[in-house]
């Protein structure tokens, strides 16, 4: 929740009404650490007080309602070279949709199971969490090839000992 309420503070709606330089260096150290070395972190809080002065008055931003547009009208203007941090923090912010949906994706798949988490064995939850989340490649798998497979392993085995 800490993430969303920093990354807010980036966001251009009302005239950067939310903007605050502290809440967005704290978003880069807190939540980036290997994406910002020391020395860019301190860079980074430079880059924001220009940033304030210049790109929050400039009529071309006022109007802007999302992260994804402010960030491709950086790029229009050439001042994602000049704002490099930003901008970089910028297009980490916008993958955070898409690193959360995968990991709901997951826990979404496991549903089906969580009952029968107490109740199976720990090897056996990921292999049945791959073959549920990959069903579709599972189901062109036939059943009967590999009771086959396994038979001929076990039966090897037998002829081993």
């Given amino acids: 929740m800490e993430l969303f309420i920093l990354s807010s503070a980036l966001d251009p709606t009302d ?15 807190k939540f980036y650490p290997q994406d910002f070395t020391q020395d860019e972190m301190h860079a980074l809080r430079l880059q924001l007080k220009n940033y304030e002065l210049e790109v929050l008055c400039d009529p071309q ?9 402010l960030c491709q009208g950086l790029i229009e203007t050439g001042k994602s070279a000049l704002y490099f941090l930003i901008d970089r923090l910028i297009r980490l912010v916008l993958t955070l949709p898409v690193h959360t949906a995968m990991t709901e994706r997951a826990f ?10 107490n109740k199976i064995e720990d090897e056996f939850l990921p292999n049945y969490l791959v073959v549920h989340i990959e069903r579709d490649h599972a189901e062109s798998i036939d059943s ?18």
């Fill in 15 to 29: 005239a950067f009404k939310s903007f605050k330089i502290d809440d967005i260096c704290n978003l880069a150290g």
């Fill in 61 to 69: 931003f006022r109007n802007m309602s999302s992260l994804s547009e």
């Fill in 108 to 117: 979404s798949a496991m549903g089906p199971i969580n009952e029968l988490c």
């Fill in 144 to 161: 009967d090839s590999v009771i086959d497979d396994l038979y001929s392993v076990n039966h090897a085995r037998a002829l081993l000992q």
